[in-house]
């Protein structure tokens, strides 16, 4: 009987651009005394998940990823979304297809908890989930027509902590009495499921709401969400830079 094979452990991939319209040369912004590619990483590497691998297409972000512990992919710069930078990355890391699962961490959370990267793994013991992703229950009541934070409507009953995902929206959905939930930009796919959604193009709810998973959704794919504490920063603006530095400051010569 011939032994059976361990399956490899989820491959987390960064994609990482110097081209941010809205804050250029964001992976490499320093925050107390590193690049902010390098605190990414060290997150990933503390979830203690599996390898790490960083999708870029300059140098200096690939050598700066180095020193912090990942493996550097470089991809085409014409790309165009971070989801394809992704697979291009899996592609060449892994041309055996040994690693099923593959997490999707975008490079501009240097504040994320390590503990999200092994909750967003919850909703893939159930084998029916092509995506997971995770939600936090907003508790202030501004965010909840603010357009800027994207809202999952998700039906989590008492003690439920995994649901399907049924939309994504910048309003606030679903209406009536009930909780909204905070979507964070954190994915776990299946790698079937990660290559039939690039080969999809963008569909009419997708630009529509400038809301990329829409498109796994209208493709048919099932999105499970699971309920987290914490709403990393994501720094997207030179103001998210500067809160970013102040809480990651501390102890910083």
Known sequence: ????????????????RMASTRLPGK?????????????????????????VVVACCEEE???????????????????????????????????????DLIINLQADLPTLDPVLLRDVLAPMADPA????????????PAEIADPGVVKAAVGLGPGRRVGRALYFSRLPVPW????????IGLYAYRRAALARFV?????????????????????GMRIDAVLVDTVPLGVDTPQDLETARRLLGAGAS
């Open 27 to 51: 992976p490499m912004a320093d925050i107390a005394g590193e690049p902010m590619i390098a605190h990414v990483v060290a997150r990933a590497l503390d979830a203690h998940v599996g390898p």
């Open 199 to 219: 080969a999809q193009p963008p569909t009419v709810l997708e630009r529509r709401e400038r809301l990329e998973q829409l498109r796994a959704l209208e493709a």
């Open 129 to 140: 989930v092509d995506i997971a992703t995770p939600v936090a229950r907003i508790t202030d």
């Open 176 to 183: 009536g009495e009930g909780p909204h939930y905070h979507h």
């Open 61 to 99: 972000v690939a050598r700066a990823a180095s020193r912090a512990g990942a493996r550097t992919v470089m991809t085409d710069p014409d790309l165009p979304s971070g989801s394809d930078r992704v697979w291009a990355a899996v592609q060449s890391a892994d041309p055996d297809g040994r690693h």
């Open 1 to 16: 009987m011939a032994p059976r094979t361990r399956s490899a452990p989820p491959l987390i991939v960064l994609p990482a």
